[in-house]
């Protein structure tokens, strides 16, 4: 299993970026898949993912309304639109799979996700 994020950059307060997680050793849509960050001195949180549990994508508070995650199966591409950034969203961002069901802790923190790929970093300025 293979994960890799990019389109990370820095951005001014209120643009935009899209992520890119490319997957590959592993039958894309039969796995859970989600964005994770970690920032500076933080703990990590589950930004955005999509379970397979129901069909309803699991977005982080912080993020509902500005964040939107969506894949292409065809692709074994997860993406990631991150619009009206905000500083706080400064944080390396991580993907990773699992096989389903997943819990709310491991949307929430990645718990138990055993599948990484390599981070891609987001910097906001103010």
């Known amino acids: 299993v293979q994960l890799q994020a990019s389109g990370g950059g820095l951005v001014q307060t209120g643009g935009s970026l899209r992520l890119s997680c490319a997957a590959s050793?592993?039958?894309?849509?039969?796995?859970?898949i989600g964005w994770f960050r970690q920032a500076p001195g933080k703990e990590r949180e589950g930004v955005s993912c999509?379970?397979?549990?129901?069909?309803?994508?699991y977005y982080a508070d912080s993020v509902k309304g500005r964040f939107t995650i969506s894949s292409d199966n065809a692709k074994n591409t997860l993406y990631l639109q991150m619009n009206s950034l905000k500083p706080e969203d400064t944080a390396v961002y991580y993907c990773?799979?699992?096989?389903?069901?997943?819990?709310?802790?491991?949307?929430?923190?990645?718990?138990?996700?055993?599948?990484w790929g390599k981070g891609t970093l987001v910097t906001v300025s103010s």
């Open positions: 990773a799979a699992e096989r389903p069901p997943i819990t709310i802790a491991t949307m929430k923190h990645g718990i138990g996700m055993d599948y």
């Open positions: 050793g592993f039958t894309f849509d039969d796995y859970a």
């Open positions: 999509i379970s397979r549990n129901d069909g309803s994508p």
